[in-house]
């Protein structure tokens, strides 16, 4: 009988204002390909959301899923100001480092894909192609305001089912999933904690989050614009067709503008989809594995 795939825990120092913290990431593939695909995940999610695209795509790429600092297996931060997209870009910089990689594909769901866009617009990156999944320079208020509901609250839950039904109702956004695919997807999401769970992250990510003034999102609007006009490489972008976050006017204008990135809408989907239905792993499979 086959053993089923997993992936391989390992760490990365990176540096911060107050010195060192490791980084997490899950390692999938034979780890000499040169073919390496980087997947990076969303505000409070973590690497192992994207399990079941690793697993399809782990015999043509040594494929890397970090855990952003704050979160999953990685180090929470004594400054949590350090929380922020520059930040994460500099530790993706030692991660590619450590990865000793030439050229690099790039999956980011939201976060991540700030994360992926900061990368590709640094004067010789090594990225090759880039999947943004439900994220552009714009992003709707009224998607920040539903994130802040929630974000860094204090939680506790009894049950891996308890929790499960938990992220569930904020989560509506992902799509359809059957019950066994959305365990899957909290399982990572859950620390022991005593006779229970909590989230797995820092709740310290919420405060440079509810920092944002009108005037900081506007001049970070600008930044990633600029970001997004300087690509010269192909651009994948997914949307949830119904998604809060990636208002269709933005989407649109990203197919028009800078690397004019090839869209596709799934239906019945919001913020963000998951990579987990086959037909959202075909698309993404079908750019990356092009000639």
Not at 37 to 45: A, E, I, N, Y
Not at 54 to 74: E, F, I, K, T
Not at 245 to 272: C, W
């Amino acid at each position: 009988m086959t053993e089923p795939l997993a992936p391989r825990l390992r760490h990365v120092q990176c540096l911060d204002s107050r010195g060192l913290h490791r980084m997490a990431y899950w390692e999938w593939g034979d780890p000499a390909n040169r073919r390496v695909l980087v997947c990076v995940h969303g505000l409070s999610r973590q690497g192992r959301d994207f399990d079941t695209l690793a697993a399809d795509l782990c015999q043509h790429y040594r494929v890397v899923c970090p855990d952003v600092v704050g979160r999953g297996q990685s180090d929470w931060l004594a400054d949590p100001m350090g929380y922020a997209i520059p930040a994460y870009v500099a530790d993706m910089v030692t991660l590619l480092a450590r990865l000793d990689a030439e050229t690099v594909d790039w999956v980011g769901t939201s976060m991540g894909g700030l994360i992926g866009l900061g990368v590709a617009a640094l004067p010789r990156s090594p990225l090759r192609r880039l999947v943004l999944n439900d994220v552009g320079p714009s992003i709707e208020p009224a998607s920040l305001a539903r994130i802040g509901t929630y974000l860094g609250l204090p939680v506790h839950w009894s049950t891996v089912d308890e929790a499960a039904d938990a992220l569930w109702a904020i989560s509506q956004g992902f799509g359809p999933h059957t019950r066994a695919q959305w365990l899957a997807l909290t399982r990572p999401q859950l620390a022991p904690d005593g006779d229970g769970f909590r989230p797995h992250y820092d709740p310290a990510i919420a405060v440079p989050f509810r920092a944002i003034t009108p005037e900081l999102a506007r001049a970070g609007e600008a930044a990633l614009w600029a970001a997004y006009d300087s690509l010269r490489l192909p651009v994948l972008l997914l949307r949830g067709a119904d998604s809060d976050l990636l208002s269709d006017a933005t989407a649109q204008a990203m197919t028009q503008r800078g690397p004019q990135a090839r869209l596709h809408a799934f239906a019945g989907v919001g913020h963000a989809p998951m990579l987990v239905q086959p037909e959202q792993r075909q698309v993404v499979r079908e750019f990356l594995l092009a000639p």
